[in-house]
């Protein structure tokens, strides 16, 4: 999933991919309700849990951001 | 220094770096406290730079860099757009942030092999709906070590 959201921020210049250590940053993992990884969150609020395949991440973003905004 | 990957190890990832067909510029940001309590300490500060420096080691295609920047030094890392530490750039717009280990040890390696190969492994149609993005997309993505 990590390697996914890479590969994403590598192909358009308006993505932006953080990987964060979990047990590291407790404080922040709280804060967006990490119980399982991997969990990725969109824009602060759009939540994609466990790995999954590059389209289902690009709808997840689809829906973060709204359908119009993509081509 | 004592290395924490083993023979097997390096030849395994010297091999899977002369894939690397591109510089792979790499920033590790973090902080070396002292024995001594400073308030500024860093968990795994250390351990990430060692194994961002073995790795470094194992391809002339991988530049590193490191920064030591103490946690409240908000300006410097603002500066190096991270966010906490210790964190590994990876480009641009990646940032890892933690000590890669276990599992997300070949996350690592795998985020510097696409950094360095000439294209993406991205689909087409991905690509295309990628670029044509109008609003920035910030993922974050959170994982563990096992």
Known sequence: MARLAYQFAAASDKVSADVVEASEFPELSRKYGVRAVPKSVINEDFEVLGSVPDRHLLEAIEKAIGPSETA | ?146
């Open chain 2, 1 to 146: 220094m004592p290395q924490l990957l083993s023979p097997d190890d390096h030849a395994y990832l010297t091999k899977e770096f002369e894939q690397l067909t591109r510089e792979v510029p790499i920033t590790v940001v973090t902080h070396e406290t002292s024995l001594v309590a400073s308030g500024d300490e860093v968990p795994y500060g250390r351990e990430v730079k060692e194994i961002m420096t073995e790795l470094a080691s194992l391809s002339p295609k991988i530049k590193l860099t490191v920064e030591d920047v103490r946690p409240s030094d908000v300006e410097k890392l603002k500066q190096l757009r991270v966010e906490r530490i210790p964190a590994i750039i990876l480009g641009d717009r990646q940032r890892y942030y933690g000590l890669p280990a276990g599992y997300e040890f070949s996350t690592m390696i795998a985020a510097i092999l696409d950094a360095g190969a000439d294209a993406s492994p991205l689909k087409p149609e991905v690509k295309d709906k990628l670029a044509a993005l109008k609003q920035s997309v910030h993922i974050q993505v959170f994982v563990t070590p096992t």
